[in-house]
């Protein structure tokens, strides 16, 4: 694809009612800004699920039709995610779950760690890029350091990693994205400080896949986690990690089970269905921009008209925000996802969720597994209010979120 057929077809913007006509769910009627818990799927993801499941399927191999359509279906899955991600088909790890899979490398990096040696994580996270860190450094007898964010900008500068390193760190887990506030840190930077003091990169993208394009290596990720349930997909995890660390790593395994990687790290028969629903997904976003070209290209394309729409949509939810009486709006870092995080005066996020849910409206209330990042907002167990966007949601929707928190709060 030319670069000027690029720039046509991005600035033609996001047919919203064509993807919307793809979500069976959004016939139900509600608006849903839940998506940073899991977006909504689309109809070709559940048919290449259904056709998967029932066509004939048995253990890997060449000889039957049946063990052709599992090759199939997870070479397909790689290379799909390869390209979502800006990585290598090879380098790509499935598994039930994000938190699941960075349970399992945390247990495997933990090996080449003695005693006094360093990691350091982040309070902005959610808890499955902190807590599989810190059991397995307690356990190896390693020093946990943490890195704090700006809790009146949001922001989390990479001066806060410069503060934790030393000639012992050997691990550095952060997030891509905050999945509570937002906030997007400088990961290139982060990488280059992490790198310099001899240490590897472990990137929670989960959030951060759903609204912009990767590029693992231009961000400098050593290792880059995500969920295909955020971002259209059936649920599952995928970590990809930089080959010749993945080559490095033994993880416990039977003995008949491949040793070469990506197989090595994969526990059991893979879920063929769940890996022929990611592969849609990915098509799915490869055709939002309707451009040509590589399958990379295209989700380039398409990707790029998400964040405009998106970000039009989240800036039209902050203006609505600033004329309602009583509303602090946590996300305020300079790059962020359209994901705004709400506390109110004197009223719990709950019961704020509970009246737009009564009219149509889902936004959920909580403190959605990131722990730290709640703690230190001082938001307590009650957590707030949070309002996500995904490519399908639209201006009705906007204006449905809008209408009905002036009643809640003008009642």
Not at 109 to 138: F, M, T
Not at 179 to 201: E, Q, S, V
Not at 212 to 219: F, R, S
Not at 370 to 388: C, D, N, Q, S, W
Request: with cysteine; charged share 25%.
């Amino acid at each position: 694809m030319s670069d000027s057929t690029h720039r046509t077809t991005a600035g033609a913007g996001l047919d919203v009612t064509r993807i919307r006509a793809h979500f069976p769910a959004l016939e139900r009627g509600a608006a849903h800004f839940d998506g940073p818990g899991g977006s909504q799927t689309p109809d070709v993801v559940a048919d290449a699920i259904r056709d998967t499941l029932l066509s004939p399927l048995a253990n890997r191999g060449t000889t039957t039709a049946a063990e052709r359509n599992a090759e199939r279906a997870v070479t397909e899955c790689r290379a799909a995610v390869a390209d979502l991600l800006g990585t290598t088909a090879d380098s790509v790890i499935f598994g039930r779950s994000m938190t699941a899979l960075t349970f399992d490398l945390s247990r495997m990096l933990a090996a080449q760690w003695s005693p006094g040696d360093e990691i350091v994580v982040s309070r902005l996270d959610h808890d499955a890029n902190v807590r599989p860190w810190v059991i397995a450094a307690e356990r190896a007898g390693v020093t946990v350091r943490w890195m704090d964010f700006d809790v009146r900008t949001g922001e989390l500068p990479v001066d806060a990693l410069h503060r934790q390193l030393s000639g012992r760190t050997r691990l550095v887990a952060v997030t891509a994205a905050s999945n509570l506030i937002g906030t997007m840190p400088d990961l290139p930077a982060f990488a280059r400080a992490a790198h310099d003091a001899g240490a590897k990169l472990y990137v929670d993208g989960v959030h951060y896949t759903a609204h912009t394009l990767v590029d693992v290596e231009a961000l400098g990720a050593d290792f880059f986690a995500c969920s295909p349930y955020k971002f259209l997909g059936p649920h599952c995890g995928v970590v990809t990690g930089r080959p010749e660390l993945l080559e490095e790593l033994r993880p416990d395994k039977l003995l008949p089970s491949p040793d070469r990687v990506p197989e090595r790290f994969e526990l059991g028969t893979l879920p063929y269905e769940l890996m022929a629903g990611t592969t849609a997904a990915v098509t799915f976003l490869a055709g939002l921009a309707g451009a040509d070209g590589s399958r990379r290209q295209r989700l380039e394309a398409g990707m790029a008209l998400v964040e405009r729409h998106e970000d039009r949509l989240r800036a039209r939810i902050e203006d609505g925000l600033a004329r309602l009486p009583g509303v602090t709006v946590h996300s305020r870092a300079r790059r962020r996802t359209p994901t705004l995080l709400l506390t109110f005066d004197g009223v719990e996020p709950a019961a704020v969720s509970s009246f737009l849910a009564g009219r149509g409206v889902n936004a959920p209330a909580g403190s959605f597994y990131a722990h730290e990042t709640a703690e230190l907002l001082g938001l307590g167990k009650p957590g707030g209010l949070r309002i996500g966007l995904a490519p399908y949601n639209d201006d009705a929707d906007v204006d449905r979120l809008l209408t009905a928190l002036d009643e809640f709060f003008t009642r």
